[in-house]
C-alpha cells in the first residue's frame, strides 16, 4: 500500500548516507540492504563499513559505535564519499563519534528514544544535543524509532527485548521511502535470512513498513529525494564486495586452467569470507579445508599444488608473519601457489576491522635467504576480480607462489560489478609433463624436474604418482636440472640467480602501466591498492577546475611493469599517496633513484578526497 501524500520528489545526482549505532543494532545489515536496494534501482556506488574488532563492544559507548557509509549516484563515482550528506543515528554515541564529519546543512535522522540520561552520559554528553541548540545549522529529524518498532511488533506479540531488535530495519524502512528505494528487495531478504524463525521474519517485515509508513505520513518530512539510476555499460551486473569478487576471481582462473582449486586457510579478520564463500563453490572443483593454523593452512595448499591442483591460501599480516618459511619452500621448490594477504593496522593483533597498506614490503622481504616473490595488488572491490586471475595466471605459468594484497577497506566494500562472459575472461594454459624430458649419457632416459623452458625459466611440473617421472623435492638446495641435493657453492648463486631471472622475466608478460595524462602534467600521482578511488576522484575534481595533473595505478608490484622507469622520468614531482609511512615510495626511490613525495595516512581509515586534493595544490603552488 502506498499513502498519496502531495509530498514534492527532488532529484539529486548523489547522496551519501551513513547508519550509524551500537555494534549489536544491525547497522551493517541496514547498510548493505540500503545499497543493495540502490543497486538494483540502478544506481553507480561505492561502500564503507566501519566496526569496532570487538564481537560486542561496550553498549552505548563511542568505542562500540558500528557504522555503515554508502554513497550512491546517477553518474560514476569512485569513493564512499569524503562525508555523509544524511546521518542516521540510533543513540548518542553514534551521533558523537560521527557529527563531526556532517556537514553544515546536513541531515540528521536520530532515534529520540535513545536519548536518555543514562545514554547521554555513557556517550560523555553533559545536556542533551537535541535539546540544547548544537544541532541548529543541521537539518534535525527526532523520530521515536524505537517505541514505533515495539508498536509495530504488538500484533505478533515479539517480547520488547527481541521486537527492539527490529529497529534497525524500521530506520532502513524510513530511509528507503525518503530516498525513494526499492522496497520488495528489503522484504524478499528478510523471508530468506530469517526463514527459520517465523517470528524475526514478521517483526523486521513489521517494522520495515512501519518506517516506510511513517515517512509518507509524518508531517516533519516536507519532501522525498530520488537519485535516478547512472548510464552504465550494457551487460549483467550484481552489487559485489571486494572478498566476493576475489573469491570468484580465484574460481573462474582455476576453472580457466582446467584445474582442480585447493583452499587451506585458517579463520581471520578481514579474510575469513573468502573461505566462507569458496566453501559454496564445490559444483566448480573447489575443496576447502579450514586447517588449524595458518602453518597448516599454507603447507596444505603448497601440497595441493605440487599434487596438481592450484593451490591458495588466505591471511592477513599476523598469518603472513607464520606463512613465511612455507612460502619460501614454494619459492625453493618452485610450485605455484597463491597466498592472498587482506591487509589491515598492525603490528601484532594492530587494528583487525580497520584498513591499512602496512604488508608491501613484507610480502617484497619477509622471508629468509633470497627468496623473491611476484606482488599483485587489486584496487577496488571489482577489481579484486581481475587481480586473483591475475594472480593465478602468474603462479601457474611461472611456477611460483605469488602474493595477491588487498585490504580491508576492498575487501567490504562494494560496488556494482560487471559479470563477464567466460570468453572475455584471459587464457591460462597449463601443462603438466608427461614423459621423461632427459637422456643421460647410458642412454636411459629420466625425467629431471628443474630443467626449464628457456622463455619463462620455469620448471616442469609431473603429478606425484605419473609412470616414469618420479623426482624428489625438498627444501635443500637442489643440482639445476636434476633436482639431487646440492651443496656446490657455484650451484647455488646459479639457482639463486635463477629464481631471480625467472621472476624479473614476469614483467616480458606484464603489459605497460597506463598513464592518464591528457594535456602533459608535470605532476603525477602514482598510486596502488586501495588508494584508486581517491586518487581518481582528486585527480578528476581538480582538472575540473583547471589543474593539468597526471595519474597511474600499479598493479604488478613486483616485478614492476617495463616502462615505470620511463613514466617517471617524465615528470618532474611524484606524488604517492599510502595507508602506511612509504612503502611504494621506498622501492621506488631505491630502484629508481627517484625523488617522490609521500602522502602518508596510518589511521585505519581510507583517504579523504580532499586530502590528496590539498597535497596536489600545495605542490602546484610549490611549483608556481
Known amino acids: 500500500m502506498t499513502v498519496e501524500t502531495g509530498k514534492e520528489k527532488i532529484n539529486l545526482d548523489s547522496l551519501v548516507i551513513r547508519f550509524a549505532g551500537d555494534s549489536g543494532d544491525g547497522m551493517q545489515v541496514a547498510g548493505d540492504r540500503f545499497t543493495a536496494g540502490s ?70 535522522i536520530c532515534n529520540i528514544d535513545a536519548f536518555d540520561q543514562r545514554s547521554l552520559e555513557k556517550a560523555g554528553y553533559s545536556q542533551n544535543p537535541l535539546e540544547d541548540k548544537s544541532l541548529d545549522k543541521y537539518k534535525l529529524y527526532a523520530v521515536p524509532i524505537t517505541s514505533l518498532t515495539l508498536e509495530a511488533c504488538k500484533s505478533i506479540g515479539a517480547k520488547p527485548r527481541d521486537a527492539e531488535r527490529s529497529k534497525n530495519f524500521f530506520a532502513l524502512g524510513l530511509v528507503s521511502w525518503l530516498y525513494d528505494r526499492p522496497y520488495q528487495p528489503t522484504l524478499d531478504f528478510i ?175 619477509g622471508r629468509h635467504g633470497e627468496a623473491p616473490v611476484p606482488v599483485v595488488a587489486a584496487s577496488t572491490p571489482a577489481h579484486c576480480f581481475e587481480a586473483a586471475i591475475e594472480a593465478v595466471r602468474i603462479a601457474l605459468a611461472y611456477r611460483t607462489p605469488v602474493y595477491l594484497l588487498s585490504d580491508g577497506y576492498l575487501a567490504n566494500g562494494a560496488e556494482p560489478f560487471r559479470i563477464p562472459d567466460e570468453n572475455e575472461l584471459p587464457a591460462i594454459e597449463v601443462e603438466f609433463a608427461t614423459k621423461p624430458n632427459k637422456v643421460l649419457p647410458d642412454g636411459r632416459e629420466v625425467f629431471w624436474p628443474y630443467l626449464r623452458d628457456e622463455k619463462t625459466l620455469a620448471r616442469p611440473l609431473a603429478v606425484p604418482g605419473t609412470k616414469g617421472l618420479e623426482h624428489r623435492i625438498g627444501g635443500i638446495e637442489k643440482a639445476d636440472g636434476s633436482g639431487n641435493i646440492s651443496y656446490d657453492p657455484l650451484n647455488h648463486e646459479f639457482m639463486v640467480k635463477t629464481r631471480q631471472a625467472k621472476v624479473d622475466g614476469i614483467s616480458e608478460s606484464l603489459p605497460d602501466l597506463e598513464v592518464d595524462d591528457p594535456t602533459g602534467a608535470d605532476i603525477l600521482v602514482l598510486g596502488w591498492g586501495s588508494t584508486y578511488g581517491t586518487i581518481v576522484a582528486a585527480v578528476d575534481n581538480l582538472r575540473q577546475s583547471g589543474y593539468s595533473i597526471a595519474r597511474a595505478h600499479l598493479m604488478h608490484l613486483n616485478p614492476f611493469p617495463k616502462n615505470l622507469a620511463e613514466v617517471l622520468s617524465v615528470y618532474d614531482k611524484v606524488l604517492i599517496p599510502e595507508m602506511n609511512s612509504g612503502q611504494l615510495a621506498f622501492l621506488i626511490r631505491s630502484k629508481f633513484l627517484k625523488n617522490v613525495t609521500q602522502l602518508n595516512k596510518m589511521q585505519g581509515i581510507p583517504f579523504k578526497t580532499s586530502e590528496i586534493e590539498a597535497a596536489l595544490i600545495s605542490m602546484l603552488l610549490t611549483q608556481n
Open 191 to 365: 523471508r530468506a535470512r530469517y526463514a527459520k524463525n517465523a517470528q524475526v521474519v514478521e517483526a523486521n517485515t513489521l517494522a520495515f513498513n512501519a518506517g516506510r509508513y511513517f515517512g509518507e505520513t509524518a508531517e516533519i518530512f516536507e519532501s522525498s529525494y530520488t537519485v535516478p539510476a547512472s548510464s552504465l555499460p550494457p551487460g549483467e551486473y550484481t552489487n559485489i564486495t571486494g572478498n566476493t569478487a576475489l573469491s570468484w576471481g580465484l574460481v573462474a582462473a582455476a576453472n580457466k586452467a582446467l584445474l582442480p582449486m585447493f583452499l587451506g586457510s585458517y579463520p581471520i579478520t578481514p579474510a575469513s569470507d573468502i573461505l566462507h564463500e569458496l566453501s559454496k563453490h564445490k559444483a566448480f572443483n573447489v575443496t576447502t579445508f579450514q586447517a588449524e593454523d595458518e602453518i597448516a593452512a599454507v603447507c596444505s595448499a603448497l601440497g595441493a599444488s605440487f599434487g596438481g591442483a592450484i593451490g591458495v591460501t588466505t591471511t592477513s599480516g599476523p598469518g603472513i608473519d607464520l606463512k613465511s618459511e612455507t612460502v619460501g619452500l614454494a619459492v625453493s621448490l618452485e610450485l605455484p601457489l597463491v597466498i592472498v594477504d587482506i591487509q589491515r593496522g598492525g603490528p601484532s593483533t594492530g587494528l583487525p576491522t580497520k584498513a591499512e597498506q602496512s604488508d608491501l614490503l613484507h610480502v617484497m622481504f
Open 39 to 108: 543497486a538494483i534501482f540502478g544506481n553507480d556506488l561505492a561502500t564503507f563499513p566501519n566496526y569496532p574488532a570487538e564481537i560486542r563492544a561496550p553498549a552505548g559507548t563511542i568505542a562500540g559505535v558500528s557504522s555503515f557509509q554508502v554513497q550512491i549516484a546517477d553518474h560514476d563515482i569512485y569513493t564512499p564519499g569524503d562525508f555523509p550528506t544524511v546521518l542516521v543515528a540510533m543513540n548518542p554515541a553514534a551521533l558523537k563519534a560521527n557529527i563531526a564529519d556532517l556537514p553544515s546543512g546536513g541531515v540528521i
